[in-house]
């Protein structure tokens, strides 16, 4: 049997009531966090292309656009909002598979969901099940995509938007594999917007979301697709991540769907930048606290996990150098910004780096941290040298957020509260909120929609 056609019939096999409470609140609670992040998201400059793309849309649809007061089709909502929740690198990850995962799955289940008149409780159900799928993918070959230029959360995540949109448009088990299969054939997204910092990443989570959506559309219509699109000589794995061992492990996880949740690992993020920085901000902050401040620093020294530096260190010159969204892969950079401007928040990458900021980061230089556990954990180590000859360590084992520091309800929905004050739309969180908390019983997703179209720019 094939790995689509084993995934869709071990999902069918569960059903929503089966999914444990304490998950079931985990997944709204992620899909407020990130509801709350495209809002914000809609409000700033990186933001701003995608607003500026849906007003030129033509037509009328069933589905939301963050910060529109209009209605959609489900594949242009899909990729605006799947765009915004990942413009800001706020959205959620989790980190031993490197997805993230909610900027693509929340965007094609609410899309979808309004779309095709499903139930909260089926939207609630399908976006879990198919988190759990996009999960196991990455920790199948965790790094392998990657290390090949490739964001898993796109070309990953395409097959599973495909699957998500398929269920909720009612589709047989023979459909939802061909839309598995015609998902592979749009998967995209590479890393090579890190040689400019360029916007366009945000494009990969919301082009996989509008794939999902479309594959399943036309697999409706009769397009067929390889049914090995995971597995084969050409698939997933093989294209994607180099690995075709890959399937075999991922094949013997799928008997673990139903009893193990992977969902309550996934990580809340608390700054807006990349997620391998955020323990290094973390150790910063210890020093700042402790009174450090940048007139006293000779030097910083980061000790960074090897497959978190290719990402955040390289090339060394051009990261020391960045400046507004740049910064948010740019680990000199963002340890000066928070020594400088004593925070790191949305209003740190819609400007450029402080002079002082500038200076402190050319005084700074990164080495290898030896057996790091990354991916499993984000550990960070900072080594400052003081101009009175003294020196300060700080490590971190692991970043706020993450599975070995779990974040509280209240911290995630303050994040929420706060993100929708800075874009300017306070007074729709109560409703949004509510909508979210009563997905389980929510005969339709009007009462999301009228709540998300209340936060509208007019």
């Known amino acids: 049997m094939s790995l689509s056609r084993a995934i869709v019939d071990r999902l069918r096999g569960l059903a929503d009531a089966d999914l444990p409470e304490d998950v079931r609140q985990i997944a709204k609670l992620h899909i407020l966090d990130v509801l709350g992040v495209g809002l914000a998201a809609a409000a700033s400059s990186v933001g701003r292309p995608y607003g500026v793309y849906a007003g030129k849309l033509?037509?009328?649809?069933?589905?939301?656009?963050?910060?529109?007061?209009?209605?959609?089709?489900?594949?242009?909502?899909?990729?605006?909002?799947?765009?915004?929740?990942?413009?800001?690198?706020?959205?959620?990850?989790?980190?031993?598979?490197?997805?993230?995962?909610?900027?693509?799955?929340?965007?094609?289940?609410?899309?979808?969901?309004?779309?095709?008149?499903?139930?909260?409780?089926?939207?609630?159900?399908?976006?879990?099940?198919?988190?759990?799928?996009?999960?196991?993918?990455?920790?199948?070959?965790?790094?392998?995509?990657?290390n090949r230029g490739f964001q898993l959360t796109s070309v990953g995540g395409t097959l599973c938007a495909a699957g998500i949109a398929a269920e909720l448009a009612g589709c047989d088990a023979e459909t939802t594999v061909m839309a598995l299969g015609i998902g592979l054939s749009q998967a995209s997204g590479v890393f090579e917007f890190l040689s400019?910092?360029?916007?366009?990443?945000?494009?990969?989570?919301?082009?996989?979301?509008?794939?999902?959506?479309?594959?399943?559309?036309?697999?409706?219509?009769?397009?067929?697709?390889?049914?090995?699109?995971?597995?084969?000589?050409?698939?997933?794995?093989?294209?994607?991540?180099?690995d075709r061992s890959a399937a075999d492990r991922l094949r013997e996880s799928l008997t673990s769907i139903g009893r193990d949740w992977h969902l309550r690992d996934v990580a809340f993020k608390f700054h807006p930048c990349c997620h391998?920085?955020?323990?290094?901000?973390?150790?910063?902050?210890?020093?700042?606290?402790?009174?450090?401040?940048?007139?006293?620093?000779?030097?910083?020294?980061?000790?960074?996990?090897?497959?978190a530096a290719g990402i955040i260190c390289e090339p060394w010159a051009g990261k020391q150098a960045a400046s507004g969204h740049a910064m948010r892969w740019s680990l000199p950079?963002?340890?000066?910004?928070?020594?400088?401007?004593?925070?790191?928040?949305?209003?740190?990458?819609?400007?450029?780096?402080s002079d002082e900021g500038r200076t402190l980061a050319g005084r700074t230089s990164w080495t290898l941290l030896p057996e790091a556990d990354f991916p499993s954990r984000f550990e960070a180590e900072i080594h400052c040298r003081l101009r009175n000859g003294e020196a300060r360590t700080v490590r971190i084992e692991d970043a706020y957020g993450n599975r070995s520091r779990p974040?509280?309800?209240?911290?995630?929905?303050?994040?929420?509260?706060?993100?929708?004050?800075?874009?300017?739309?306070?007074?729709?969180?109560?409703?949004?909120?509510?909508?979210?908390?009563?997905?389980?019983?929510?005969?339709?997703?009007?009462?999301?929609?009228?709540a998300l179209r209340s936060a509208a720019v007019h």
């Open 58 to 146: 033509t037509g009328q649809g069933p589905s939301t656009i963050l910060a529109q007061p209009r209605g959609f089709s489900a594949a242009d909502a899909a990729l605006v909002n799947g765009g915004l929740i990942h413009s800001l690198e706020f959205d959620d990850t989790h980190t031993g598979s490197i997805v993230h995962g909610s900027s693509v799955l929340a965007a094609t289940a609410i899309a979808a969901g309004e779309a095709f008149r499903a139930s909260g409780n089926a939207v609630l159900g399908t976006y879990v099940r198919w988190y759990e799928i996009f999960i196991r993918i990455g920790l199948a070959a965790a790094g392998s995509f990657q």
């Open 333 to 353: 950079a963002v340890v000066a910004a928070r020594f400088a401007d004593g925070a790191v928040g949305s209003a740190t990458f819609e400007r450029p780096l």
């Open 407 to 450: 974040a509280s309800a209240a911290a995630v929905e303050a994040k929420f509260r706060g993100n929708l004050a800075g874009a300017g739309c306070a007074a729709a969180a109560d409703a949004i909120m509510a909508a979210v908390n009563g997905l389980d019983t929510a005969p339709s997703l009007d009462g999301l929609g009228a």
């Open 196 to 242: 400019n910092g360029s916007t366009v990443k945000s494009l990969h989570p919301g082009w996989a979301a509008h794939s999902g959506i479309t594959a399943a559309m036309l697999a409706q219509a009769g397009l067929t697709g390889p049914e090995t699109a995971i597995e084969g000589r050409f698939g997933l794995f093989a294209a994607f991540a180099g």
């Open 276 to 307: 391998y920085l955020h323990p290094f901000i973390e150790a910063a902050s210890t020093l700042a606290d402790d009174g450090i401040r940048p007139g006293m620093i000779e030097a910083i020294e980061c000790r960074v996990p090897e497959g």
